[in-house]
């Protein structure tokens, strides 16, 4: 039963539904262990957006303001990509490496693991 | 058995009704906080008409606990003389 | 007969179930459409019985004496300039949440208990419901008019009911009963009379409360207070539908169990907001949020519990994932509106050293651990003139709609995350219960209004957060916004007690 309602065969309308965001892709993006952001941001993003520009572009402006922020290795990075280990290609799209409309992009960065340790 | 609980505002006529409560419950606990008074006892609270009218020194309707009542937790059954709050467990 | 007065129990029988009547030419099924849908089988309405045997005639004579009581310290606040006299400018926020988050719920239970009052086929059902629909009305007009006077000193509280449904916090009490007013009408009863009242009203208007009390705020204690005893009466009735229920047909058990399940964590999460008020937004300190959670949650809870298991009904699994959050829900909630303090309606601020030493002592195994290296860091940033603000919108959870915040409890450090796939799409959880809520329907969930997403679909008032925040939310930038440090309200309230020591001076000189 997909709901429970007084008219049979009931379909709600999909509110977040990729074509209502004008050719963009939600993509969340996570750094574990430092909650100083206080949860993972949701962005806006070209489907066929090169995960380079994820790390040059949108990282800096999400996560730089933390003090570890400038210290990231990124090719000692951790990813999870919707709760499985992942490697990005940074030259392939989001969409063309399975990125897919509301996706969560997690990072670890062994090592820094947020202020004092303390995972923030 | 868990703690049924009655919680009024701390105010003149409350008094009576916790002096009353207190006589009737005599195991029952009181807890003056901020503004209110809350009192929880083991499985069962009742709150007496007659007792509560002799604190008063006047007639006094159980229902007329509503005006100074805060909370309460238990199940509650109500009559022209008494409130009482139970837990079956 | 006699002309003595009539005993409760004939007042009630006559006063409620003599006003039923017979339907001679209409089907009981046309008449109540509503009430078979949700699969809950009732065999027999009059064994339904309210345990107040409370009826109209009582009903008026008590709340007028409510009423009196409410207005004479309404007054009295207002004359003797009470504003000036709560415990610091910062406390007057929690009120600001309290007008923009809570005080339109009042208004949407007094619409969802007028509905559902007209469902039910028991005639002590409908007048249970009737009050509770009147009881609302009184509660939402009480709330606005104490909270009129704070809005003459203090900014943030013009627009409360154009915020409660566009500003992204206020869209999870929203939702919340959005949710219950869309169910069915006995999911409705559950939703509010079980969940509402049970669980978050208990916890708002009493340890909130009686804190509010203590940080001079006579005003709202006795709004509190005064709707709390109406709310004694819902709770009761909340209690009393879910027995009816489970007594009249066996069926109903595992729907009731279900519904049990999801409302109790759909209040929990609202209690987010309730959680930090109580640890960060009252000045002078009561008893902490987990304390308060310990009487009026766990005890209560498994008060309740114990007592529903002769019917079959447990306590839902999520409690312990409720019950392991206690330790960390109030900073994260904190967290959360300290980031995006740009963005809310209210001011948010950095807890005092003195504060957080109260907070280490009330939370000994997760505060200095987890929360108190991250307002160190914010300190610092705010002593370089750098006040730390999330430049990015959150990710929001599809069912509770609140930022992802919460952590996983094995690891306090981590992001609880879940993931449904339904119909070629991803939806996103905080979790267990808000992924489970979902799950179950999904096509009611599809439809959540996610805050964030409907500003990037360019539904809130443009592409720039100036026009959304000052557009579309009508947050007036700069001023009812950022942090308290800085603030008008900051301002006026130095100013005012400057003036006091002014004054004294005076005295003293002459």
Same mark, same amino acid.
């Given at each position: ?120 | ?89 | ?146 909270? &009129? ?210 907070? &280490? ?54 992001? &609880? ?94």
């Amino acid at each position: 039963m997909p709901v429970a309602a007084i008219v049979d065969n009931y379909r709600g309308e999909r509110l977040d539904a990729l074509a209502n965001f004008h050719g963009n892709q939600i993509l969340y993006l996570g750094w574990d262990h430092h909650l100083m952001f206080c949860s993972p941001v949701a962005l806006p993003v070209p489907p066929d957006m090169p995960f380079g520009k994820v790390i040059g572009e949108l990282m800096p402006g999400a996560f730089s303001l933390h003090p570890e922020f400038g210290q990231i290795d990124w090719s000692g990075v951790v990813w999870h990509l919707n709760g499985e280990p992942f490697t990005p290609d940074m030259d392939k799209g989001l969409a063309e490496q399975g990125i897919d409309h509301k996706s969560i992009v997690r990072f670890a960065t062994p090592g820094l693991d947020g202020i004092g340790g303390s995972g923030s | 058995m868990s703690k049924v609980y009655i919680a009024l505002q701390d105010n003149e006529e409350s008094h009576y009704i916790v002096e009353a409560i207190e006589e009737d419950n005599p195991d029952a606990t009181v807890i003056y906080q901020p503004a209110m008074i809350r009192i929880e006892n083991e499985g069962f609270l009742a709150i007496k008409r007659e007792t509560v009218e002799e604190k008063m020194g006047r007639d006094w309707e159980v229902q007329a606990l509503h005006v100074n009542l805060i909370t309460l937790g238990g199940n509650v059954d109500e009559d022209d003389d008494q409130l009482t709050l139970t837990w079956n467990q | 007969m006699t002309a003595r007065k009539l005993n409760l129990k004939d007042k009630y029988r006559l006063l409620t179930r003599d006003l039923e009547w017979e339907y001679s030419y209409r089907d009981y099924e046309e008449i109540f459409k509503q009430e078979s849908f949700e699969g809950i089988k009732i065999t027999d309405w009059s064994k339904w019985e309210d345990p107040f045997r409370l009826t109209m005639d009582a009903y008026w004579k008590y709340q007028a004496e409510k009423e009196k009581k409410l207005y004479a310290i309404f007054d009295a606040f207002a004359q003797n300039n009470g504003q000036q006299n709560v415990a610091d400018a910062r406390y007057v926020n929690a009120i600001k949440l309290f007008l923009t988050g809570v005080s339109p719920l009042e208004y949407q239970a007094y619409n969802g208990f007028a509905h559902v009052g007209r469902q039910f086929g028991g005639v002590g059902a409908r007048v249970a419901c009737q009050m509770q629909s009147l009881d609302e009305l009184r509660h939402v007009q009480t709330q606005i008019h104490a909270m &009129s006077h704070y809005n003459k000193h203090f900014d943030g509280f013009q627009d409360f009911s154009h915020m409660h449904d566009r500003v992204w916090y206020l869209s999870v009490p929203k939702s919340f009963f959005d949710d219950a007013r869309s169910a069915g009408p006995f999911e409705f009863m559950v939703a509010i009379g079980f969940s509402f009242e049970y669980v978050l009203t208990n916890l708002l208007f009493v340890p909130f409360m009686s804190g509010a009390a203590y940080n001079g705020d006579m005003a709202t204690v006795t709004f509190g207070f005064s709707a709390q005893s109406d709310e004694a009466r819902h709770m009761t009735l909340g209690l009393e539908i879910i027995k009816f229920m489970l007594e009249q047909h066996e069926d109903n058990v595992p729907i009731v169990q279900r519904w049990i399940n999801k409302w109790l964590w759909r209040g929990y999460r609202v209690l987010t907001l309730v959680a930090m008020m109580m640890d960060y937004m009252l000045p002078n300190k009561v008893m902490s949020w987990q304390e308060s959670f310990e009487v009026y949650f766990e005890e209560a809870a498994s008060a309740l519990f114990k007592d529903l298991a002769r019917y079959g009904i447990k306590m839902p699994d999520y409690a312990a994932t409720a019950i392991a959050e206690k330790e960390h829900l109030s900073h994260q909630a904190w967290s959360i509106f300290y980031n995006y303090g740009h963005a809310a309606a209210f001011h948010t601020w950095l807890p005092t050293e003195e504060e957080m030493d109260w907070l &280490s002592e009330k939370y000994p195994n997760t505060f200095d651990k987890y929360y108190r290296p991250r307002y160190e860091q914010w300190r610092r940033m705010e002593e370089a003139g750098e006040r730390y603000y999330n430049p990015t919108l959150p990710m929001l959870c599809q069912t509770c709609q609140i930022p992802m915040g919460f952590t996983d409890m094995d690891d306090p450090t981590l992001v &609880s995350y879940r993931q449904s796939e339904y119909d070629g799409d991803r939806y996103n959880f905080c979790s267990d219960g808000c992924k489970d809520i979902f799950d179950f329907e999904p096509e009611k969930y599809v439809q959540s209004w996610l805050p964030v997403h409907q500003i990037y679909q360019g539904h809130c008032g443009g592409a720039e957060m100036e026009d959304v925040l000052g557009g579309y939310y009508r947050i007036n930038l700069g001023t009812d916004n950022l942090d308290y440090k800085g603030s008008p309200d900051e301002a006026r309230w130095n100013d005012w007690h400057g003036l006091e020591t002014a004054e004294e001076k005076l005295k003293k000189a002459s």
